[in-house]
């Protein structure tokens, strides 16, 4: 049996969000970014070397292969820092992999960011590489900046420029809190963040406030975590995703993921809130919505999201906590 490496990661939800890139090359983003990585929702990937002399690696998502230029810049950077760490000569690695999310990919709920994690782990290990958690979370970045967010557990936080993210709080700081994924919708969505990205960046003339508005908001964040006040923390989650939605719904063309179901939950979030309790919504590139609360409060909130005649009653929930980093193991060894 040939050596296998299999790593499991969990996606990291921004409370307050990276959206837009640092001009140049390297993926670098242009607004700090504050998350808790979501325990509970897993990608599992499975790495192992290509045959001698092949040279092509292969990423295969859910049963269907992916397109290479994606992975290319992430491939290569891993490769230069083989050749640089290794004295010998020999042929650089290529990999095969294999890798299964067991939450809607491409649809809203950040598969890239435990995607590039568990690939940035399971690849290095495949090709014998020692790297830092941090040197992981630069090459992570190099697939997608949330990526470098998903090497930690816990709260992380990923500076605007930054090259790699670092853990703010392990997930014990705050156990009571929930995530109540609502999965508006199952599929893939029609423009990829990173498109949407670029497309807010060219062509949206509320680009710049954003940029200058996200930088500002980020210290009003980490003051709340600090406490764990849901409250001063789930204010600043809405105004952060609802500017960087403003943003995008003013780029030419528009982007705009919302669904029907989006907004019924934003509004019943904002009810249950008048009705003293506390269900902070967040959105990203998708129309899934993404509530924090406290544990107790979860059935009621769920109860609540099954009623809406947009949703319905099998309405996919998935309740996620403050999570681990990642985890690795080899097998056929
Ligand atoms: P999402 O909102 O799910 O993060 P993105 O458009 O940002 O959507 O990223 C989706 C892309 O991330 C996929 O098209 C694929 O290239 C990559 N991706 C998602 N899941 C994985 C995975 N498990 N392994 C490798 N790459 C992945
Ligand atoms: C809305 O990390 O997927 O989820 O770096 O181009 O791969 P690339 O973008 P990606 O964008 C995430 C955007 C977001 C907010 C966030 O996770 O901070």
Redesign the pocket.
């Known amino acids: 049996m040939s050596r296998e490496v299999v790593c499991r990661a969990s996606p990291?939800l921004?409370l307050v969000?990276?959206?837009g890139k640092k001009p140049g090359r390297g993926?670098r983003p242009a607004t700090p970014?504050l998350?808790v990585t979501l325990g509970g929702i897993t990608t599992e990937t499975r790495v192992r070397l290509a045959p001698a002399h092949g040279h092509t690696d292969t990423v295969v998502l859910n049963g269907q292969t992916q397109p290479p230029e994606r992975f290319r810049p992430f491939f290569e950077s891993l490769r230069r820092r083989v050749r640089r760490r290794s004295s010998a000569q020999g042929d650089l690695p290529f990999f095969d992999v294999d890798s299964r999310n067991d939450f809607p990919s491409a649809a809203g709920l950040?598969s890239?960011?435990s995607g590039f994690a568990a690939l940035a782990l399971g690849c290095s290990r495949a090709a014998g590489l020692e790297l830092s958690v941090r040197e992981l979370s630069a090459l992570a970045r190099l697939g997608?900046?949330?990526?470098a967010r998903s090497l930690f557990g816990g709260f992380t936080l990923l500076p605007a420029g930054g090259r790699s993210a670092r853990q703010l709080h392990p997930p014990q700081h705050w156990p009571e809190l929930r995530i109540l994924v609502v999965v508006v919708s199952e599929q893939a969505k029609p423009i990829s963040?990173?498109r949407a990205?670029e497309a807010t960046r060219g062509s949206s003339p509320y680009y710049r406030a954003w940029l200058r508005d996200a930088a500002a908001l980020l210290p009003r964040a980490l003051e709340a975590l600090r406490r764990r006040d849901l409250e001063a923390l789930g204010e600043a989650a809405l105004v952060s995703y609802s500017r960087?939605h403003a943003a995008m719904i003013a780029a030419g063309p528009p982007v705009l993921y919302w669904l029907p179901g989006t907004v019924a939950a934003i509004h019943e979030c904002r009810r249950l809130r008048a009705e003293g309790i506390g269900a902070w919504e967040t959105l990203?590139?998708g129309p899934q919505v993404k509530i924090l609360c406290l544990a107790p409060d979860v059935a009621a909130i769920a109860e609540r999201l099954r009623r809406l005649p947009e949703l319905g009653p099998s309405v996919r929930l998935l309740e996620a906590r403050p999570g681990e980093g990642p985890v690795c193991g080899v097998t056929g060894e």
């Open positions: 990291s921004a969000k990276y959206w993926n970014s998350a950040a890239s960011s997608s900046a949330s990526a963040s990173r990205m960087m990203d590139a």
